[in-house]
Antibody
Framework: EVQLVQSGAEVKKPGESLKISCKGS????????IGWVRQMPGKGLEWMGI????????RYSPSFQGQVTISVDKSISTIYLQWSSLKASDTAMYYC???????????????WGQGTLVTVSS | SYELTQPPSMSVFPGQTATITCSGD??????ASWYQQKAGQSPVLIIY???KRPSGIPERFSGSNSGNTATLTISGTQAMDEADYYC????????FGGGTKLTVL
């Protein structure tokens, strides 16, 4: 069974750093793109970026380029989303999701993690 | 940047057909996917590559895509279908529509 299990909720202060995780299991981890999607409170889904675990090739939405870092540790089948200096506007639910195709124009997400709620408040 | 536009909300009576649209420039030349997100839950893929349903998704969900509009159709809508629905396509990056809140009256 394919599973993406995310790390737990976080409460941070502005300016702090944070790294959340997404652990994949039940499939060949290095052969599927994994993406991150943001959902701010009461709002829609926003694609942040994606990574190929096989070679750590990461691509970002222009809206998130330079704001976050996506990385991978293949040895433990885990993808990360990292901030160096959080802002209150980073408060949101963050989902990881698997993209089952390498053909970019066919891109979609077939499995999703349970979400990680990040709250940034002073 | 590429944009996908959905109606913010719509309502339907049980048993009726719900049609949710997603508009984007030459969207018919791309592949559209649809996700259902119930309150407090993660999104679930319900349509991919315009018309395909993942295993386990009921047949009452169907999709089409032509011209500038992709359409999600829910035939015989049930109370359990009340949710937010998002379209998605790829245009240099993955793009989501703003979402449509479906209320089953």
């Amino acid at each position: 069974e394919v599973q993406l299990v995310q790390s737990g909720a976080e409460v941070k202060k502005p300016g702090e750093s944070l790294k959340i995780s997404c652990k994949g299991s039940g499939y060949s981890f290095t052969n599927y793109w994994i993406g991150w999607v943001r959902q701010m409170p009461g709002k829609g889904l926003e694609w942040m970026g994606i990574i190929w675990p096989g070679d750590s090739d990461a691509r970002y939405s222009p809206s998130f380029q330079g704001q976050v870092t996506i990385s991978v540790d293949k040895s433990i089948s885990t993808i990360y989303l990292q901030w160096s200096s959080l802002k209150a506007s980073d408060t949101a639910m963050y989902y990881c999701a698997r993209q089952p195709t390498t053909v970019t124009k066919l891109a979609y997400f077939d499995y999703w993690g349970q979400g990680t709620l990040v709250t940034v408040s002073s | 940047s590429y944009e996908l536009t959905q109606p913010p909300s719509m309502s339907v009576f049980p048993g009726q057909t719900a049609t949710i649209t997603c508009s984007g420039d030459k969207l018919g030349d791309k592949y559209a996917s649809w996700y259902q997100q119930k309150a407090g839950q993660s999104p679930v893929l319900i349509i991919y590559e315009d018309i395909k349903r993942p295993s386990g998704i009921p047949e009452r969900f169907s999709g089409s895509n032509s011209g500038n509009t992709a359409t999600l159709t829910i035939s015989g809508t049930q109370a359990m279908d009340e949710a937010d629905y998002y379209c998605q396509a790829w245009d240099r990056i993955t793009v989501f529509g703003g979402g449509t809140k479906l209320t089953v009256l």
